[in-house]
């Protein structure tokens, strides 16, 4: 699996080879647009699948994303696992269910992203769930750059890459004067 998605998202376009402005306010040189790939919809579908095949724990009331780079494949997790799906948004710097969106207390749910970064994403969604009530049972992604997972529940990706990053004070890319871009849809801190 995870030699064939690495080849699958350079098939794809999906591995970017620049310099980035990552959202950690750190940069590098590769970047995973995984939109690239999930834009072709079957294999979206057999990637949700494959997420959904990881998840172990209880069933989920329902599978919850942050927008924007989870909601492809967080749709795609959620139908594979039999369950509804919502996405959080931003409104005001905070996330939020919006569009009528919303789950009872006690209600349990998984969360899923297209990469898991910093993880700040996927903690956000998780202080958006508990302050409604929603306990969050896990989380998955697609892929995970961080240097390690440290969510306090369950979390799996199919597949783990460690990617060069520089703090911008000593980046050779930006010593190079290659030109910096911001690909992500969170604002770089």
Not at 34 to 42: N, V
Not at 131 to 159: E, H
């Amino acid at each position: 699996m995870k030699k064939d998605l690495l080849e699958t998202l350079k098939e794809k376009g999906a591995l970017l080879g620049g310099h980035f402005l990552l959202s950690s306010g750190l940069h590098s040189p590769d970047y995973v647009q995984c939109a690239l790939a999930l834009k072709d919809t079957a294999l979206a579908r057999e990637l949700g699948k494959d997420l959904a095949s990881l998840w172990k724990g209880e069933k989920p009331d329902a599978v919850l994303s942050p927008a924007m780079g989870g909601l492809i494949i967080g749709h795609e997790t959620a139908a594979a696992l039999g369950v509804d799906f919502l996405f959080a948004e931003r409104q005001e710097g905070r996330l939020t269910l919006r569009r009528g969106f919303s789950l009872p207390a006690g209600s349990r749910v998984v969360i899923v992203e297209d990469v898991f970064t910093t993880g700040k994403s996927t903690m956000e969604t998780e202080e958006l769930a508990r302050g409604l009530g929603i306990k969050v049972l896990g989380a998955l992604s697609m892929i995970d750059r961080t240097a390690k997972p440290a969510f306090p529940f369950p979390s799996a990706s199919l597949l783990r890459l460690a990617l060069t990053v520089y703090e911008p004070a000593v980046c050779p890319l930006c010593a190079g004067g290659a030109p910096l871009v911001k690909p992500g849809s969170r604002t770089a801190r």
